[in-house]
C-alpha cells in the first residue's frame, strides 16, 4: 500500500504572531457560526469586518505582506471546509470592507444589514465615503436587489438626486419642502425606452406605461400610479394629465406632464392650472399640497427658474434622457415597416 503523500505547505516565512491570530479567528468563526442560526446576514458581515480589520492591523503595525493573506485562505478553508467564503479573494474583500468602513458602530447600525453581496458592489463600485454611505441607506430603505443596487450606481442616482429646479422651498412648508425636493432629481433615465427621433408626447407617454414597473422604480419610492390622461372637467370643459400619481410618503398627488422637447414658460402656467384643479377636485382634507413635475427633453435652467419664480403651486422641472434610443443615424438607415412588409412578402 503507497504511502499517504502529506499535503505540501506553501513555503512562506509565517511571521511572529501568525498562530495566535489563526487560533482567536478560528474560535470567532466557531462563536460567528453559532449565532449566524439566527441572524445569518448580521452575523456574517459583522464577521468579515472582524477579519478585515484583524488583517488591516496586522499588515499596518507589524508590517505582514499580502503572501500571509494567501496562507490564511488556506488555513482557514482547510479548517472551515464548509464555508465557502475565505477565499483569498474574500479575504482581500473583508480587509477592504474594513478599511472602507473604519467605524464599527456605523457597521453594526447601517452596513451589517446589507448582504455581504451588496456590500461587494459598493466597495467595486463607489470610493467616496459619503457617496458609498448614502447608497447604503438608501439599499436598506427601499429594499434593492443587488442589481438594482448596481443600475442606481451606474446611472448616477446620487449625483441626480435633488437636482431638479423646484419652488419648493417657497410654496411649501418645512419639512414637506425637504423631502419633496429630495425625491426630485435630474435627469431622469429612462434607459428602458426606445424611441426614435419623431416621436410625439403620446409615444413617450405609452412607452413609460407599457414600462411601468422600470419607470416607478426610476421615480423612486412611494410613488403609487393613478392614471393616465386623467381627465379632470372645469368650468364644463374637460382636460387630461398626462401622468397622475400619489406619493405615499409625501401624502399628495403628483401630476407629471411631459414634454418631448425644450422646456417653455408657459409649461409652467399649464401646470399651475392642473394643481389647482387637482387640489380642488381630487384632494382629501387630509391631504397635502398637490406637486407637479414638468419632465422635458432638454431645458435652459435660467429660463426654468425664472418661469417658477412666481408661480403659486408648487412644481418641480427636470429632463430625462433615453440613453437607449439608437443614435440617429442609425435611426435613419433602417428600413421602415412598408419596406420590412415587401422584403418578406406580405400582401402579396
Request: proline share 5%.
Amino acid at each position: 500500500m503507497a504511502a499517504k503523500q502529506k499535503v505540501k505547505q506553501p513555503a512562506t516565512q509565517l511571521p511572529n504572531g501568525y498562530a495566535e491570530l489563526l487560533e482567536s479567528l478560528k474560535e470567532r468563526i466557531r462563536q460567528a457560526q453559532v449565532h449566524a442560526a439566527l441572524s445569518v446576514n448580521r452575523e456574517l458581515v459583522l464577521l468579515y469586518w472582524r477579519i478585515g480589520k484583524e488583517i488591516l492591523q496586522r499588515q499596518e503595525q507589524e508590517g505582514w505582506g499580502a503572501k500571509v493573506i494567501d496562507r490564511l485562505a488556506l488555513d482557514l478553508g482547510r479548517e472551515f471546509p464548509e464555508m465557502k467564503s475565505f477565499s483569498t479573494r474574500n479575504l482581500k474583500y473583508m480587509r477592504a470592507f474594513a478599511e472602507a468602513w473604519p467605524d464599527e458602530p456605523i457597521v453594526q447600525q447601517l452596513v451589517a444589514q446589507i448582504p455581504w453581496g451588496h456590500n461587494v458592489r459598493l466597495l467595486d463600485y463607489v470610493k467616496d465615503p459619503a457617496e458609498r454611505l448614502w447608497y447604503a441607506q438608501q439599499t436598506i430603505e427601499h429594499g434593492w436587489s443587488r442589481n438594482v443596487l448596481v443600475h442606481q450606481i451606474e446611472s448616477k442616482l446620487y449625483q441626480r438626486q435633488g437636482k431638479a429646479i423646484t419652488n419648493f422651498e417657497r410654496t411649501l412648508p418645512v419639512p414637506q419642502s425637504d423631502l419633496a425636493r429630495a425625491l426630485i432629481k435630474d435627469p431622469y433615465v429612462f434607459d428602458f425606452l426606445t424611441l426614435g427621433p419623431q416621436a410625439q408626447e403620446r409615444d413617450l407617454e405609452r412607452a413609460l406605461l407599457n414600462h411601468l414597473r422600470d419607470f416607478l422604480l426610476e421615480l423612486g419610492k412611494g410613488f403609487a400610479f393613478v392614471g393616465s390622461q386623467y381627465r379632470l372637467e372645469v368650468g364644463g370643459e374637460e382636460f387630461y394629465i398626462d401622468l397622475l400619481f400619489y406619493h405615499l410618503r409625501l401624502r399628495c398627488f403628483v401630476v407629471i406632464e411631459l414634454k418631448i422637447g425644450e422646456f417653455k414658460p408657459e409649461y409652467a402656467g399649464k401646470m399651475n392650472f392642473y394643481l389647482s384643479a387637482v387640489d380642488e377636485l381630487l384632494r382629501h382634507p387630509d391631504d397635502r399640497p398637490s406637486i407637479g413635475l414638468i419632465l422635458c427633453k432638454s431645458q435652459n435652467r435660467l429660463v426654468a427658474e425664472y418661469a417658477l419664480r412666481d408661480v403659486s403651486k408648487p412644481m418641480g422641472v427636470a429632463t430625462y434622457r433615453l440613453t437607449g434610443a439608437l443614435p440617429a443615424d442609425l435611426q435613419d438607415s433602417l428600413p421602415s415597416i412598408e419596406e420590412l412588409k415587401k422584403e418578406l412578402g406580405y400582401g402579396r
